[in-house]
């Protein structure tokens, strides 16, 4: 699997990685299917308010509207754009995902909703700002695989 960050994406998660300093924040990523195995994430929800200092837990329903906003922008095209996972900050440790990340991710895509595949995209600030991250597929039936992002 191959994913994209939009460049006004990019923008968006440096300014609240900025804003955040040491606290994790995350949110949803809305993404659209450039073709199989190739996404674009184009949108992203940002909770800036639940993070601490070593972990973050998001609410869902603080996200639900940002995801029904998409679904209307887009026109409910669902086979081109959708929910393609979540991110958050790892903004003093490695963006690899940490044992708690990977269990809530597979908790997520072997869970009731449906979902087959998600990916948990990881970010911190490096040096002059630069976004360090790194991305990780979630799949129904698999274990954790990374994912290729496409500069």
Do not use: K
């Amino acid at each position: 699997m191959r994913v994209e960050i939009a460049e006004d994406v990019v923008a968006t998660l440096r300014s609240a990685l900025q804003l955040a300093g040491p606290r994790e924040i995350g949110g949803v990523l809305m993404g659209e299917q450039i073709e199989p195995g190739h996404f674009r994430i184009v949108e992203t929800s940002i909770d800036a308010e639940t993070g601490g200092s070593a972990h973050f837990v998001r609410s869902p329903a603080a996200h639900a509207e940002a995801l029904d906003a998409f679904f209307q922008r887009t026109g409910n095209a669902y086979d081109r754009f959708n929910y393609l996972g979540e991110w958050h900050s790892h903004p003093t440790f490695d963006v690899t995902p940490s044992r708690q990340d990977a269990g809530a991710m597979m908790e997520l895509v072997h869970g009731e909703r449906g979902i087959d595949f998600a990916v948990l995209l990881i970010v911190r600030l490096g040096s002059i700002h630069s976004l360090v991250c790194s991305c990780t597929l979630f799949r129904r039936g698999f274990g954790p695989s990374a994912v290729e992002i496409l500069e």
